[in-house]
């Protein structure tokens, strides 16, 4: 596992900048973003969590993790057939989501030397991953500090109840905390998920 570059710096910068944060990351001064130098497992995780519950994506992630003998990597997966997927919990869409991110190989692609609009273009070009999952790629995988997940509801209710007393800020009102976070969203958005789950957000 890496930890992301710049992770105290950006916790000093927006401790200074943010007195609704700062009070959230003082709740967690040991914890750390881990990040997985994995693009199946992050791209497969992030397939597994879309719209459900850490504590509900977590579960299926056990049970796919033994389904695959504690080893979840392309050729344990297609040992899988669609109803094998299923039995882990996974829904028979998010089962071929996966497949199909399996039969991509995306593992000898070189993500690094790619913008953050490349590979979010790339990585749609995936029947199953549309922009959250090209986020969560994007922070977990490869360390980029400025996303802001909008589309992430875990996200949008944090921010709604630290900033706003839980009343719903509109599309306009929540894009401006990238500009309220730069260069930092990524770091910003971790605490915001983690303010509200009991156990630390990764895929």
């Known amino acids: 596992m890496n930890m992301l ?4 710096k950006a916790v ?14 003082a709740n967690y001064p040991d914890e750390r973003m881990e990040m997985k130098n994995d693009t199946l497992h992050t791209l497969v995780r992030s397939i597994v969590g879309q ?6 994506a977590d579960a ?6 033994k389904a695959c003998g504690n080893s979840i990597n392309e050729k344990n997966l297609l040992k899988l057939n669609t109803e094998e997927l299923r039995e ?20 000898e692609k070189k993500w690094e ?5 490349e590979v979010t273009e790339e990585l749609c070009k995936i029947k199953g991953i549309g922009p ?8 977990f995988r490869l360390g980029r500090t400025n996303i802001l997940p909008l589309g992430d509801i875990g996200l949008v209710n ?17 894009a401006k905390f990238k500009d309220k976070w730069s260069p930092w969203s990524s770091i910003a958005t971790w605490y915001m998920w983690r303010s509200l789950d009991p156990v630390p957000v990764e895929y």
């Open 158 to 174: 944090a921010i709604n109840l630290h900033y706003n007393d839980k009343e719903k800020l509109s599309k306009d009102e929540l």
């Open 132 to 139: 959250w999952t090209a986020d969560m790629f994007l922070i």
């Open 113 to 117: 030397n790619m913008s953050d609009e």
């Open 5 to 8: 570059i710049g992770w105290d």
């Open 12 to 25: 000093k910068d927006l401790s200074e900048n943010d007195d609704v944060i700062a009070r959230i990351i």
């Open 51 to 56: 719209q459900i519950s850490v504590k509900a």
């Open 88 to 107: 882990t919990g996974l829904s028979k869409t998010k089962s071929s989501y996966i497949l199909n991110v399996v039969d991509a190989n995306l593992s």
């Open 60 to 65: 299926i992630w056990n049970r796919l993790e």
